[in-house]
């Protein structure tokens, strides 16, 4: 590693950081002259990509409210004028119908953007704070600043929303960003990387695409923050190379989502709004209700009503239904099917690997320790698991690593409670699934192995953020600091101790008077100090 190096001011150069055997040398900015030709040629497109962010986001350029409505309002111009693109590229790579693009991609990002736009003069102006005695005549806030370069590495399964949504509080906050979107959808990410450029700054936001290389080339650059949705060994490979430089990150993993059904809920609505959960997508959602918890008297009837929810949803033949989608791609297919080889299919498992089609599949009396109990299914198949009751499920699922959604479904307000009480998960819906995702005022967030941090709204531009603390004071009222001056005695200890421990909510015109009272004090302290 190369020590420091004093540079003059203005300009940018690129200084090798460290040599790795069968690799070339990697560069980072520092400030300073622009690389040489020859300097360039051994960057890599990924480092190339980083380095013009990096100098993009040093001119400033990124942090005016103006220029950050603008980008936005760029990109939201994209979602309207570049629509057939989008649900073209969807539709290949994942079969989902034009409506449904719409309605699970781009819908909420257009309503995202509109609330950015509309609120981002009042999340990026300074936060005043309570004060203490000591600080009642100095200026006190927080201010949020732009972290730098943030590195977004997207998820296939909504290669837009959940791609482009940490994008749009990037921007917000006035940072630049690396956008890496998932080569599993192959078609999504030209159309991104084709896309983006014409409509938002393309050197303080490019687009890098490929595959696990190419990822593992930007993981070896320093960023401000990393972004990545997907799963828990990958999110662990990214914590490790953001550890190297003391990276920030915010993880989004999922998990295994349980969903309880008390015996007492309305099961035909309970189940219909599991089914949709379920199925949408696939089950290529990483909210979506993983296996169900119920007692053996009602497993019979969840079952059939799941089964008629189904058909009302995707007809008798949901592979002719343009409103169930498709498996991503024959590896996850291989996946997903072998975990149906210790358990009871009790509808469904209808399937074509030439089309990775997967009918939607609930298999009932699963035990514990069966394949699809292992690990997130991430795909169209419902377990249920017989409970004896509210107390053996929340033994079962705080058995389990905490998911990053939770279900509850009961009329009982005693169960949904105890269900929130005593059991830990990214989030809780009673009564429904996936819709807390679209409620922009609720952080949306893993806990423990479904992740760390949390975006959406607000949330996405304070996750982005520095919130730097800031105190102003004026080179006046000296007298009042002698208490902290040596020499240290027991009398300025106690001063200190009223001033620094005493609060009390005084108003404004309390404040005043204390001020008035402050003033005379300290007055009175430096004629002390000068006698």
Known sequence: ML????????????IPEIE??????????????????????????????????????????????????????????????????????????????????????????????????????????PRPVEKNLMTLSDTVYIRPEPLGVVLIIG???????????????????????????????????KVMEDLLPLYIDKELYPVVTGGVTETQELLRQRFDHIFY??????????????????????????????????????????????????????????IAPDYILCEPSIQNQVIEEVQKAVKEFYTDDPKSCPDYCRIINQRHFKRIMAMLEDSTIAVGGDNDESDCYIAPTILKDVKPEAKVMQEEIFGPLLPILSVSGLDEAIKFINRGEKPLALYVFSHDS??????????????????????????????????????????HGKFSFDQLSHQRGCLIKQLKMEGMNSMRYPPHTAKKLGWARFFILKTVDLGWVGRMVLFAI???????AVQHYLN
């Open 518 to 524: 402050m003033v005379v004090g300290a007055a009175v």
């Open 229 to 286: 949705t997907g799963n828990g060994t990958v999110g662990k490979l990214i914590m490790e190379a953001a550890a190297k430089h003391l990276t920030p990150v915010t993880l989004e993993l999922g998990g295994k989502s349980p969903c309880y059904i008390d015996k007492n809920c309305d099961l035909t609505i309970a189940c219909r709004r599991i089914a949709w959960g379920k199925y949408t997508n696939c089950g290529q959602t990483c």
């Open 155 to 189: 998820a296939w399964n909504y290669p837009w929303a959940i791609t482009i949504q940490p994008l749009i509080g990037a921007i917000a906050a006035g940072n630049a960003a690396v956008i890496k979107p998932s080569e599993v959808c192959v078609h999504t990410a």
């Open 20 to 125: 790795l055997p069968n690799y070339s040398v990697r560069f980072s900015l520092r400030g300073g002259r622009k690389p040489t030709e020859a300097q360039l040629c051994r960057m890599s497109r990924e480092q190339k990509a980083v380095a013009r962010a990096r100098k993009a986001f040093e001119t400033g350029r990124s942090k005016p409210l103006e220029h950050r409505i603008h980008q936005l309002k760029n990109l939201q111009r994209l979602l309207t004028e570049r629509k057939k693109e989008i649900v073209d590229a969807i539709k290949k790579d994942l079969g989902k119908s034009e409506e449904g693009t719409q309605l699970y991609e781009t819908l909420g990002l257009e309503g995202e953007i509109n609330m950015a736009v509309k609120k981002l003069k009042e999340w990026a102006a």
């Open 3 to 14: 020590g420091p190096k004093v540079l003059p001011p203005g300009g940018w150069e690129l």
């Open 414 to 455: 005693k169960v949904i409670n105890r269900v929130r009480d005593e059991t830990s998960s990214g989030g809780l819906l009673a009564n429904d699934c996936l819709v807390h995702y679209s409620v922009s005022s609720l952080p949306f967030g893993g806990v423990g192995n479904s992740g760390m941090g949390c975006y």
